[in-house]
């Protein structure tokens, strides 16, 4: 049998796996932050799939996690000569992905496309759009258009 390099990689990564603590606190803890690496990688790679979905559409990627101190936006398109803000929720079904985001999410996803159209110096005469891309855990994708008014 033989190992290819990639295969190394992920082997190394099993012998860094920690055992579950003994105390009930610990144990609490511990169970915290493996679920929420496994939100984080899951985020991850529910952007991943939607970074291709919009580049199959023909979408031009400007930003990717693109983080001020406004709040932050997932993904930064450049499309048709407009620019989508995309927002991407991936949670165990679509309807609990759509009720995750908050009207104060949407609040500082507008303060945070207001500072990144001022550095860009995008013109008034762009159109503009916030999409919500939503996904479960099967993968199943909804791309909401102009969820968001601007």
């Avoid at 169970?31 to 985020?43: E, I, K, L, N, W």
């Avoid at 079904?93 to 104060?104: F, K, L, M, P, V």
């Avoid at 609040?107 to 550095?119: I, P």
Wanted: proline share 1%.
């Amino acid at each position: 049998m033989s190992i290819e390099p990639r295969q190394l990689d992920f082997l190394s990564c099993l012998t860094s796996v920690q055992a579950a603590p003994t105390d009930a606190a610990a144990r609490a803890k511990f169970a915290r932050q493996q679920r929420g690496t496994r939100a984080y990688h899951s985020g991850l790679a529910a952007e991943d799939t939607v970074l291709r979905t919009y580049r199959a559409m023909g979408a031009r990627l400007l930003k990717q996690r693109y983080r001020v101190r406004e709040g932050e936006i997932d993904l930064i398109f450049e499309m048709d000569g407009g620019i989508v803000f995309c927002e991407v929720k991936s949670r165990r079904t679509i309807e609990e992905a759509a009720h995750s985001i908050s009207a104060r999410q949407w609040q500082r996803l507008e303060q945070a496309a207001n500072r990144y159209m001022m550095e860009q110096d995008v013109g008034a005469a762009t159109d503009l759009r916030f999409d919500a891309v939503l996904m479960d855990r099967t993968g199943a994708m909804e791309i909401v258009e102009n969820a968001h008014l601007f």
